[in-house]
């Protein structure tokens, strides 16, 4: 059974930065693309950001050169570095591998 346990959100400044990471269990994790997404209050769930097996890589406009996905292959994790936060990134992000969703970790930008 495969399982996505996302972590590493909380409050942050805007110009602040965090680090989200999505550890899978229950699968063969370097299989598989990785992507993050979010949903904030009242909108529709967005792509992020992708990582494929072989560490090709595409963002959501909105977040190209803030935003950096990688993952740890090893360590069956995916983590989204995140700069220059701004209030229009608050949102829930979600980690997704294979249609599987994990629990989302909650980001909020505000002074």
């Known amino acids: 059974q495969v399982h996505l346990v996302e972590s590493g959100g909380g409050l942050v400044q805007p110009g602040g930065s965090l680090r989200l990471s999505c550890a899978v269990s229950g699968t063969i994790f370097s299989r598989y693309t990785v992507a993050w997404y979010r949903q904030a209050p009242g909108k529709q769930r967005e792509l992020v950001a992708r990582?494929?097996?072989?560490?090709?890589?595409n963002y959501a406009d909105s977040v190209k050169g803030r935003f950096a996905i990688s993952r740890d292959n090893a360590k069956n994790t995916a983590y989204l570095q995140m700069y220059s936060l701004n209030s229009e990134d608050t949102a829930v992000y979600y980690c997704n591998v294979i249609g599987i969703w994990g629990q989302g970790t909650q980001v909020t930008v505000s002074s």
């Open positions: 990582i494929t097996t072989v560490y090709s890589t």
